[in-house]
């Protein structure tokens, strides 16, 4: 098993930055992906940054390219999301996730952090 949990949302006005973080524990060795996910009021569930717990493959939403970098420290078995240039439409949820390498579907999950970005 393993467990994930998230730290650091908040609230912040548009044009702000925060970052969030993602720690993983217990069966860590099973990891192969991370992802960062949000979930907006009266939304479905949208992916937001992915990246190998090897910390290549890297892949954006395309509505955050250039403003959010996620990045991995696996001596600190931690993810993180860095938000940059924040837009009230970011305004969610932030779930991280984790999954092996075989089946792709992830099993793992936190239980969110909110990000609220005023105008």
């Known amino acids: 098993q393993v467990q994930l949990v998230e730290s650091g949302g908040g609230l912040v006005q548009a044009g702000g930055s925060l970052s969030v973080s993602c720690a993983a524990s217990?069966?860590?060795?099973?990891?192969?992906?991370v992802g960062w996910f949000r979930q907006a009021p009266g939304k479905g569930r949208e992916f937001v940054a992915g990246i190998n717990w090897s910390g290549d493959s890297i892949g954006y939403l395309n509505s955050v390219k250039g403003r959010f970098t996620i990045s991995s420290d696996n001596a600190k078995n931690t993810v993180y999301l860095q938000m940059n240039s924040l837009k009230p439409e970011d305004t969610a949820v932030y779930y991280c996730?984790?999954?092996?390498?075989?089946?792709?579907?992830?099993?793992?999950w936190g239980q969110g952090t909110q990000v609220t970005v005023s105008a």
């Open positions: 217990g069966r860590t060795s099973s990891i192969y992906r």
């Open positions: 996730a984790a999954r092996a390498e075989s089946p792709n579907e992830y099993r793992y």
